[in-house]
């Protein structure tokens, strides 16, 4: 089910009313639009709209820790106060609401995503997902496949997915948190797409055998996380190059567990050894400095569990450091 924005998501805020020059905030100047309305008219250079997914169903059936569907609201939370140092006419922000996963339907949830994200896309639009689960994949990539399709027959689309995790879990009749990428990889054969997937930061010790048997199988290529410790980040530039180089889209998803849980306590699965933000920062920005027509979710946020907001104040500078990238452009 898809609903509007709520009206208190920024209505709280720092405001450094004494401060000259440009000190305005996120909660200052993100405009909050229904997309079941008329929309307004896009004045600036490149538009963005965060789209909340507030699902944690793929979690509970993927035996995690409940509370995802709280994400999109703590991430907004914690991005209100964030300094917002770009031009109005250059970049310009919208809340565009959220899909809400009503009981145990996140098929619908999914499909209600997907429409959304096509309706961004279409528009010139570039979507910002807030999840939620990281089931959030599947129904974000249906609106990318969808959107894609218009353009051409056969799309090359890039998949990044910063995760400690495949997610490429077999499934029979319905998915979960740890299918969507396998999901996907059936949608893509059932379009005649190649799968395109790149996974950083994995972590040896959270995928079984099997799951490395089937992402050589699908031809899944992967950066454990130790490797990210042990060379320089600025080593695996060229493999992100190289991997979107002649693709015609890129989408990129963080899965919040990919950190250590030093900074990422708030999510459904705790990463005992994974990465420090400095190490997926860089290679963030590498692939939205590209250049590329892209789309990006965020997933896992558990509020629940988040000591002091860590976990959403990471979320949050992280979708901060994605706008500044793109504002450089």
Not at 212 to 229: D, Q
Not at 285 to 311: H, M, Q
């Amino acid at each position: 089910m898809y609903g509007p924005p709520a009206s208190d998501y920024w209505k709280n805020g720092r405001i450094d009313q004494w401060e000259k020059g440009n000190s305005l905030r996120w909660h200052q100047v993100v405009v909050p639009v229904s997309l079941a309305d008329p929309l307004p008219a896009i004045a600036a250079h490149r538009q963005l709209a965060l789209l909340g997914f507030m699902s944690d169903e793929g979690v509970r059936r993927n035996l995690g820790r409940v509370g995802a569907a709280k994400g999109p609201k703590a991430i907004r939370a914690a991005l209100a106060s964030l300094p917002y140092p770009w031009e109005a006419e250059h970049i310009g922000i919208w809340d565009a609401g959220d899909v809400c996963c009503l009981g145990k339907f996140l098929e619908d949830a999914q499909e209600d995503l997907g429409e959304k994200v096509e309706q961004l896309l279409d528009m010139g639009v570039l979507p910002l997902v807030l999840g939620g689960g990281h089931e959030v994949a599947w129904g974000h990539f249906q609106g990318i496949a969808k959107h894609m399709a218009k353009q051409q027959s056969k799309p090359s689309i890039a998949i990044i997915n910063f995760d400690a995790h495949f997610d490429l879990r077999n499934y029979i009749d319905i998915g979960s948190s740890g299918t969507p990428f396998l999901q996907i990889a059936h949608e893509c054969e059932r379009r005649g797409w190649d799968f395109h997937y790149l996974v950083v930061g994995l972590q040896a010790a959270g995928n079984t055998r099997a799951l490395f048997e089937r992402a050589e199988e699908l031809g899944v290529r992967y950066v454990l996380a130790e490797a990210l410790y042990e060379q320089a980040i600025t080593d695996f530039y060229s493999l992100l190059d190289a991997f979107i180089a002649d693709k015609d889209f890129v989408y990129i998803s963080c899965c919040l567990d990919v950190f250590s849980g030093a900074f990422a306590p708030g999510v459904s699965a705790v990463n005992g050894m994974g990465l420090a933000p400095w190490h997926v920062l860089p290679l963030l920005r590498r692939l939205v400095a590209a250049g590329k027509p892209f789309s990006f979710d965020i997933a896992e946020l558990n509020p629940k569990y988040d000591i002091d907001g860590r976990t959403a104040k990471l979320a949050a500078q992280l979708l901060h450091a994605v706008v500044e990238t793109i504002a450089r452009q």
